[in-house]
């Protein structure tokens, strides 16, 4: 396979109808490290279209089960042997570490060992009770049909897989579009599908840019399911065009988490220093291009200025660097485009009068951090207000505010004061109180005395502005699924309804 033939319809990899292609830039010096096909509306019809056919006239649909599981397992086997390899390659396209990229492996491997594990011990379909010995009535599931399946710049891998493995254990076929950004991973993902045996036409990728990909992919009248994760505005279009064809949609927009800290959580020495490493994790884990970032520090007004200190201590000592290079703990972020977007809300933030603890500008340029790469410095930011910008909207980089709190409902009220709703924590040592407070939360995903850990068995998703739908658990295996109702009358006679 070609550098540019990166487009895969109907069991074959292509380059674009055009000619054209995209260079994809490491993040850490701006240099090419790939060329990728740039395909358009010509492309993604294609792939559509095989697509349709594959779930129309093809065996997938119908494959048993057992097969389909079998192949999912075939897949998990395979990201395994090449572990090494696509996790570098990860690390390279999206700048995290290249242990971040191990884990996103293993989780990648977890999420398609779940699905098949699922699917092979469900039920035949629910019985339903309608009153009579007369009547066999039962709820069945079957695959939407064709799926299309659009990821997002900061865990490639990792989304590619929360939505192929539920689609296929279903017996969908689909059509994935990944971030023109990081689309290596993606690509990669799609030779182990063919290599563990994927019917041609089931799986079907197109790289290339949201417009048009994206949005003929949204707007087609021959996709049955759109599955989209990415920023809200785009979310929203994606939604407005799939509503003509009213088509399933699935949707992950993002947050703007809180990890609320309370005293009695930093009463001894390892709870305190237990509470501060984990809200560095959440805060600047892949320089903080997390949709489920914790980046906004809610701390008990009581303990805040000794937790912002050592935060702020610990913050300064991050090793910045080139993602692959040994040690190195944080990388760049992922764009030119992202690096902007991180000063913008940085400087916003000062202007309305919030003060800066650390970082706030790019490192000083060395062997590890070349010039021309996108790195920033993690920064601590105190003295937030709701009304402020960066806490109001997902920034997306390596950025921590600080809030205070006196009371427990007034804690309650700044976590739940956001348009979205993905995930949060809270810390404390009264574990009654923890569950109560993660109870009032309006959030998808709580952690009590944590912070980002997930289970494939469980489901992912948020309240508000934060999506449509779920990932992962049951439920997202159900995303992908129609359920029908079939109803056998075994007695039929005449009813008599009409008297002639």
């Known amino acids: ?253 993002g947050g703007k988490n809180p990890n609320v800290v309370f005293a009695d959580a930093c009463a001894t020495d390892e709870g305190f220093d237990t509470a501060v490493d984990q809200a560095l994790n959440a805060a600047f884990i892949h320089s903080g291009q997390v949709c489920s970032a914790g980046s906004r520090l809610i701390v008990e007004e009581s303990v805040a200025d000794r937790f912002v200190a050592e935060l702020a201590r610990r913050a300064e000592r991050i090793r910045l660097g080139r993602g692959t290079e040994k040690g190195v703990e944080c990388g760049p972020l992922v764009s030119a485009a992202q690096l902007e977007k991180t000063e913008g809300y940085v400087a916003s933030a000062l202007a309305e009068g919030a003060r800066l603890r650390c970082g706030g500008r790019r490192p000083e340029p060395s062997a590890e951090r070349p010039a021309t790469g996108y790195f920033y410095l993690p920064t601590v930011i105190e003295g937030c207000h709701r009304e402020m910008r960066v806490v109001r909207e997902e920034t997306f980089g390596p950025i921590l505010t600080v809030e205070t709190f006196r009371t427990e409902d007034e804690a309650i009220a700044l976590a739940n004061d956001t348009e979205y709703g993905l995930a949060g924590a809270v810390w404390s040592a009264d574990t009654a109180r923890a569950r109560r407070i993660a109870a009032r939360l309006r959030h998808g995903t709580v952690w009590i005395n944590d912070f980002h850990p997930y289970l494939p068995q469980a489901e992912w998703g948020g309240f508000g502005k934060s999506g449509i739908g779920r990932e992962l658990g049951p439920t997202g295996l159900a995303e992908y699924r129609e359920a029908k109702h079939v109803y056998e009358n075994l007695r039929p006679r005449p009813v008599r309804w009409f008297a002639g």
């Not at 358009?40 to 349709?52: I, K, L």
């Not at 996103?104 to 009579?132: H, I, K, M, Q």
Request: with cysteine; charged share 25%.
């Open 1 to 253: 396979m070609s550098a540019v033939e990166t487009i895969h319809v109907d069991g074959a990899w292509r380059a674009a109808a055009s000619g054209a292609q995209r260079e994809v830039l490491d993040p850490a010096d701006a240099s090419t490290l790939a060329l990728v096909a740039e395909g358009g509306t010509e492309e993604t019809d294609a792939a559509v279209a095989a697509a349709r056919r594959a779930f129309d006239s093809g065996p997938w649909p119908r494959t048993p089960v057992a097969e389909r599981a079998a192949l999912l397992r075939r897949v998990a086997e395979l990201l395994q042997r090449d572990r090494e390899e696509i996790a570098l390659v990860e690390s390279r396209d999206t700048g995290k570490t290249l242990e971040e990229g191990r884990v996103d492996v293993d989780c990648v491997t977890d999420a398609f060992r779940y699905f098949a594990d699922l699917v092979v011990n469900e039920s035949g379909g629910r019985v339903v009770d309608a009153g009579s010995p007369d009547i066999h009535s039962v709820v069945v599931h079957e695959p939407v049909g064709v799926c299309a399946l659009i990821t997002p710049w900061n865990y490639p891998l990792l989304q590619a897989s929360w939505k192929i493995a539920p689609a296929l254990a279903a017996g969908n076929t689909f059509v994935i579009k990944p971030s023109e950004v990081t689309p290596l991973s993606t690509v990669e993902l799609m030779r182990l599908l063919v290599e563990a045996g994927l019917p041609a036409g089931v799986g079907n990728l197109v790289t290339g840019a949201g417009d048009p990909v994206g949005a003929r992919l949204a707007e087609h009248p021959q996709v049955d399911l759109v599955s989209f994760t990415g920023g809200l505005a785009s979310g929203t279009r994606v939604m407005k065009a799939a509503a003509d064809s009213v088509k399933k949609v699935a949707l992950e927009l």
